[in-house]
């Protein structure tokens, strides 16, 4: 059982920088952690090492201009914020989208999370010692990076998206590689199950560790699968459905105990459901244009605010913009997940033991730049 810490004495503690190299942080995050011995008293994030001002910029850059921002956030699930910003500006400006875009936008986003989830689970269990599930997984994830560079020529930071539809139609070859990548996968579970989810190493290190309660991911902010592993059944594409994800069956998979064994099996099975919807998107694809006419080149949209949330591979995410009436954003902001998901660790860290931090830390799955936009 974890030690208990009613009155620790000041010269028996010290601190320990967790980071920014430590290849466990997966990007220049700094924790700072007083010890006690091997258990941890205290943590402090410390973020802001790769603050690139991406809120600014996109107020002072045309709407267009800014959609290749969009995809250097979260950098891992960068079409689903390229995605999400044509979404909050067609909204804003009142632009109408053709529904053969619609889809064709859902299934290169469902193909860019399942992507975002494949790289986390492999770099989850090699921080814990696993160096073959790591293999595996980015063996499918090259099916997958391939899939979309076919149709948007690019392997991670996507602009494809455009303010009325995408900038580029899919063909018969996209359909064949999506199908076919999703049978591939599919075949991948038991593989996945045995190397990993029924892995003895693996449960001892994850189940009952850095449980997150429901009323702390309230509290901290906490969504995505972090809060769906609490039992807390919340997803934006279900909740306030977008663009044509209310034509789809699929389910929210959660959890029970909000441990990191509960936040493994929801990403897990949030990839299962990907592939349904990429599945039922491909079968309901309607003809048609990619694009629709007459939008202009420089957007300006009336005056007027818009609050815009989705799905990203990390949780809610939203864009809020403000429009003056010009071809420039007047406000430009972004809601993203990963801050509250890290600053959640001050209170789950505390009376954990240290090795148990990086367990912990690898099962939030956090994307540092995202938080130093």
């Not at 830390?361 to 730049?369: A, R």
Request: hydrophobic share 40%; aromatic share 12%; net charge neutral.
């Amino acid at each position: 059982m974890p030690k208990k810490f009613l009155d620790p004495v000041v010269d028996q503690i010290y601190t320990l920088n967790l980071g920014p190299q430590h290849p466990s942080t997966h990007g220049v995050l700094r924790v700072l952690l007083d010890l006690d011995g091997e258990f941890i008293v205290r943590a402090d994030p410390v973020i802001g090492y790769g603050h690139r001002g991406h809120e600014k910029m996109g107020e002072n850059r045309l709407y267009k201009q800014f959609l290749p921002n969009t995809s250097r956030m979260d950098y891992l699930s960068g079409l689903l914020y390229n995605h999400g910003f044509v979404l909050a500006v067609e909204k804003l400006a009142g632009i109408e989208v053709p529904p053969r875009a619609q889809y064709i936008r859902v299934i290169c986003s469902e193909l860019n999370r399942i992507s975002s989830h494949l790289l986390w689970f492999g770099t989850y269990v090699m921080d814990l010692g696993g160096f073959t599930p790591f293999l595996y997984a980015f063996d499918d994830r090259e099916q997958v990076l391939d899939t979309l560079d076919h149709v948007t020529g690019s392997r991670l930071t996507y602009s494809y998206c455009r303010f009325g539809g995408v900038i580029q139609d899919i063909d018969s070859e996209f359909i064949g590689m999506a199908r076919a990548f999703v049978s591939r996968l599919r075949s991948r579970w038991k593989d996945y199950h045995n190397l990993v989810t029924r892995n003895i190493i693996f449960i001892k290190r994850t189940k009952g560790v850095g449980v997150i309660t429901p009323e702390l991911a309230r509290q901290y902010g906490v969504t995505g699968p972090n809060l769906r592993a609490c039992g807390i059944p919340f997803d934006v594409r279900k909740m306030e459905p977008y663009e044509v994800y209310d034509r789809f069956d699929f389910e929210i998979p959660v959890g029970s105990s909000g441990d990191a064994y509960d936040r493994y099996m929801v990403r897990i099975e949030e990839m299962e459901q990907s592939c349904r919807i990429i599945e039922q998107a491909l079968d309901q694809l309607p003809k048609g244009p990619f694009l629709a006419e007459k939008v202009p080149h420089r957007i300006k949209p009336p005056k007027g605010e818009v609050y815009f949330a989705f799905e990203s591979a990390r949780g809610l995410t939203a864009y809020y913009l403000v429009s003056d009436g010009s071809q420039y954003p007047y406000r430009c902001h972004i809601r993203v997940p990963s801050l509250g998901n890290l600053h959640v660790i001050e209170d789950v860290f505390r009376n954990t033991l240290v090795a148990d931090a990086i367990s912990i830390l690898g099962s939030i799955d956090l994307v540092i730049p995202e938080i130093d936009r």
